[in-house]
């Protein structure tokens, strides 16, 4: 078998092929050059390729710098819910697409600076802390890392009304009663903003799920003080923080 028809057997349909991962499958420069010269593979921006005839998406992108790439970053917050089926009352074809990125982690610019019928949000945080709860998502003939719904509401309500708007966050929050504790703890644990975390909690007693009952909150630091986020708003005595009077709607808006 030819090195190209190698290459093309273990090259996943529509995923971005970066130098890198074309030198550990044994083609180097001088070949690279060659195969495109012959039409085998097409450039896509600096340090990556793509097969002809292929219909590459972000996340065809998104896999090579997950998996080619070793990239700390992941589909989180609204857009990861919106693909497990929890957010599609806002759910559009061109719904911003949130990526979570590990601070001055550079990213490559044939994924930032290519056109992928979306805008992308690159949020770089580490508050909540290691790859706990951080998924993989079949995609085609790839995988993707995408958060648990368990990570991605406490993503959403980190970054709340940032990039996102406690309302929605909150109307998500209602469907989520199937949350596994477990994970919810170990998340929570982790967690370095206070208010996602209380936020998170709040919500939780408010909807009245189970899960919320089986958390070992003595294991869950919420930190001191008072936190007034939403003018106008009722104040929480149990977790110390200003809260919108009505907890599904409220008239803060994302700023991105």
Not at 35 to 41: F, R
Not at 53 to 70: F, I, K, P
Not at 234 to 246: G, S
């Amino acid at each position: 078998m030819s090195k190209i028809n190698s290459l093309l057997q273990v090259w996943p349909k529509n995923a971005v092929a970066t130098a890198k991962w074309l030198v550990e499958q044994g083609v180097g420069y001088d070949l690279r050059r060659s195969y495109k010269k012959s039409g085998w593979i097409l450039p896509f921006g600096n340090g990556a390729t793509i097969r002809p005839n292929d219909r590459v998406t972000w996340e065809g992108g998104l896999h090579a710098l997950q998996y080619q790439l070793h990239k700390d970053i992941h589909v989180g917050g609204r857009s990861a819910l919106e693909r497990k089926g929890e957010g599609h009352y806002v759910r559009m074809e061109n719904a911003p697409l949130y990526l979570f990125v590990r601070p001055h982690m550079a990213i490559e610019k044939w994924f930032t600076d290519h056109d992928w019928g979306k805008p992308l949000h690159y949020i770089r945080t580490n508050v909540v802390g290691s790859d706990v709860g951080v998924e993989e998502e079949t995609v085609e003939e790839f995988k993707i890392k995408v958060s648990s719904a368990e990570r991605a509401i406490l993503e959403m309500l980190c970054f709340t009304p940032e990039y996102f708007s406690f309302s929605e966050a909150s109307n998500i929050m209602e469907h989520l009663s199937w949350l596994r504790s477990d994970l919810v703890q170990e998340l929570l644990k982790n967690c370095t903003s206070y208010k996602g975390k209380r936020l998170f909690l709040v919500l939780g007693e408010y909807y009245n799920h189970p899960w919320i009952h089986k958390l070992d909150m003595s294991k869950i630091d919420l930190g001191k003080g008072k936190l007034s986020l939403f003018k106008g708003g009722t104040f929480n005595a149990k977790y110390r923080i200003t809260l919108p009077k009505d907890l599904k709607k409220n008239d803060e808006t994302p700023l991105f």
